[in-house]
């Protein structure tokens, strides 16, 4: 066949086929559950498909059993962002479908649920200058202003792209988060309970737009207080909702127009530190 007749592998069917196998095998698998000093903990099957994602680099395996990179090589590294792209557009239409016909429970639902989401705005300013301390620059901004979940990755990957330094940090969150915010979650509830918190207050805490730290912050607070158990599933169902109809209006309109100045405001003063604490090469503000 001549060459100029041959379609060019641009890595999109390695990359779908890999994925189907890996969500077979990760759901094969189902999730892991266990007790840590009496606390049930629960690690979603998503865990799962991260870390058959990252063993399948071409950098991992590939060295070590080359033919793997003639499946998952650079063409479908690079592909894969934008892959990614294209899925988190049917998440947001769906998103929208099924929080639009109950944006009515945002309304009759109590000041504290309504202002909730301003909540996440607070470790903005705890996170973004910790970020920038160690060096972590533009991508602070992306890994900072929120938790990085389903929506964020939305709205940073059409924004900036999911290779920007914006996207890797967005990208890098969201990881950690489905990795260590389980189990986080899991002893944050009772360990708060014990310090004097209400659970209904932390069961509407644990509605941060994240599936799998919902429900394990939610099971080590029935856990900690059976008695309890319908209104706090009740109190973390309705902040799961909020979350859902007004995470991406925040995030989009204020939390990351707010990472930015922030990283605008704080980058040279924290850069000029650390060249002079540190003694390391100054980054240059993007």
Known sequence: MDETNKKENTGTLNCMIVSLIICLLAQAIGPLKFKVMGIDVTIMTMIWAILLGIALSPHLLGKIIPPIKKIIGQKEIERAPFLLSIVLYPLGIMFGISAGPKIGVVFESGIALVFQEFGNLGTMFIALPVALLIGLGRTSVGSTFSLCRDTALGIIGDKYGLQSAEGIGTLGTYISGSV?????????????????????????????????????????????????EEEILAYSATSGLLTSVTGVYMELFIALPLANFLYKKLHTPIENFRVKVFKVKPEVAE
């Open 180 to 228: 260590f915010g389980t189990l986080f979650y899991s002893f944050l509830a009772p360990v708060s309970i014990m310090l004097g918190f209400h659970p209904f207050a932390l069961a509407m805490a644990s509605g941060m737009g994240s599936a799998s730290m919902m429900q394990a912050a939610t099971a080590a607070l029935v856990n900690a207080a059976p008695q309890l």
